[in-house]
Every structure is written in structure tokens, then in C-alpha cells.
């Protein structure tokens, strides 16, 4: 297994251009997230999906679109960077142990620079 | 207001010695609490999950343990090694339905072992 995978590993952008994350997991998982890590703050939920064709929004959805038309790829967008985005993006997938619990799993990482 | 503490920021040990990672929260309802350790420029990689039963719980040379009295825990990390060299974040669950959409992050202790 690749577990999760996310690409590009790095990518600049001007301020209005526009892009999408990929995020892909081959774990069969029905749920997945997108989160940023900024220096000093802990991880923020963006947008999340309990399973194919359902998303819901996180704690800082603004700026961000996703979509989940299957159970592998959670694609992330970005309608208009802006320099407030610049930061490092993780993708996670996560399943339910059955107990309350959701045993997760990240992916490497996306590192982006709005200019 | 639900958050998780994490102390020290940061910490410096020689290799071979042991440390102690703190993590305070205040977060309900509680569901769990997992400590996650993440490698410069990786995902973070999850160590242990805890419910509010479990007082201890080891993975290796990593011990945590919970106090769900007071709100507390920690991860002990014994006979330390440089590949310990890493941030380590604390995350609590809360109780919401059993959805996934709500964990808590601290900000993470960066430890550094030197030899």
C-alpha cells in the first residue's frame, strides 16, 4: 500500500492564481481531511468527508474548495491564493476501529508559498 | 472554550537519557487522546491512542499515560535515540457522535537529542 499520497510536495503561486492539492489513499477509508499547519499553531481542520459525495466544512473552510467523488482522491482547491495561504497542507484518511475511535494517517505534505 | 496545552515548547536532552512531554487540555466531551510525533517535513504519524479507561499505554520506548481526573497527560520517552528527534503533538478527541471532525490540536513539543 502507498497509504496516502499528496501532490505536489512543493509549489509557489502569485497572489489570484488558483490551484488544486491532490490527495489520494488506497486504504479503502471512508473518511478524509485537509489540514493546514502554520508555525506555532497547532493542525486546523480546512474540509473534511465521511465518504464519497459528502464533505462538510472545518474550522478555516475560507478560500478553500473540495469535492469527493470517489472513496480514493479528496482533491483540495484553491479559488484565488492569497498570501494568508501560504502554509503546509496535509491530507489525512482515517477509519473507524468500531470503538469510537478513528485510527488516522497522514500524508507528506504539501508545502505552499503564496507571493 | 476546547484546547490542549502542550509543555515544554521545546527540549534538548543527550542521547541514552529520558524525558517527559506534558500535555494539559480541556476539551468535553472527551472521547480520547493520542500523542502523534512528526518528523521535520513528514505527517505526523500517530503513537498511541488512549480512551478515558486507559491510564497507561507503551509503544516501544514511548510511554503515555492519562488522567482524566485531572485532565492531563504525558509521553515519556525512555533510553532516548537521535531518531527520536521530532515534534511530538498531543490531540484530543471530543465526543461528538462519533464523528471525526473534532479533534483538538496542541501546538507540539519540538525535542531535539543530541549526541
Known amino acids: 500500500n502507498a497509504g496516502v499520497t499528496q501532490t505536489p510536495k512543493f509549489q509557489v503561486l502569485k497572489t489570484g492564481q488558483s490551484m488544486t492539492l491532490q490527495c489520494a489513499q488506497d486504504?479503502?477509508?471512508?473518511?478524509m481531511s485537509w489540514y493546514r499547519q502554520d508555525p506555532g499553531m497547532g493542525l486546523r481542520l480546512i474540509h473534511y468527508?465521511?465518504?464519497?459525495?459528502?464533505?462538510d466544512q472545518g474550522e478555516v473552510p475560507n478560500g478553500y474548495n473540495v469535492s469527493r467523488s470517489t472513496t480514493e482522491d479528496f482533491p483540495l482547491r484553491l479559488l484565488s491564493a492569497a498570501p494568508s495561504q501560504t502554509s503546509v497542507y496535509f491530507c489525512?484518511?482515517?477509519?473507524?476501529?468500531?470503538?469510537?475511535?478513528?485510527?488516522?494517517?497522514f500524508g507528506p505534505g504539501t508545502r505552499l508559498t503564496v507571493t | 472554550k476546547n484546547q490542549v496545552e502542550q509543555s515544554p515548547q521545546s527540549l534538548i536532552i543527550l542521547e541514552g537519557k529520558n524525558c517527559t512531554l506534558q500535555?494539559?487540555?480541556?476539551?468535553?466531551?472527551?472521547?480520547?487522546l493520542r500523542w502523534y510525533k512528526q518528523d521535520t517535513g513528514r505527517g505526523p504519524v500517530s503513537l498511541t491512542i488512549?480512551?478515558?479507561?486507559?491510564n497507561t499505554k507503551s509503544n516501544g520506548r514511548y510511554t503515555a499515560t492519562l488522567d482524566a481526573d485531572t485532565k492531563q497527560s504525558s509521553l515519556h520517552i525512555t533510553a532516548s535515540q537521535l531518531s527520536d528527534s521530532a515534534s511530538y503533538i498531543c490531540?484530543?478527541?471530543?465526543?461528538?457522535?462519533?464523528?471525526?471532525?473534532?479533534?483538538?490540536f496542541g501546538k507540539g513539543t519540538k525535542l531535539s537529542v543530541k549526541p
Open positions: 489525512a484518511s482515517s477509519y473507524s476501529t468500531g470503538t469510537g475511535i478513528y485510527e488516522q494517517y
Open positions: 486504504m479503502n477509508h471512508e473518511y
Open positions: 468527508s465521511v465518504g464519497a459525495g459528502i464533505t
Open positions: 500535555c494539559n487540555y480541556t476539551v468535553s466531551p472527551f472521547s480520547n
Open positions: 488512549m480512551t478515558f479507561s486507559e
Open positions: 490531540v484530543v478527541s471530543a465526543n461528538y457522535g462519533g464523528s471525526q471532525g473534532n479533534l483538538i
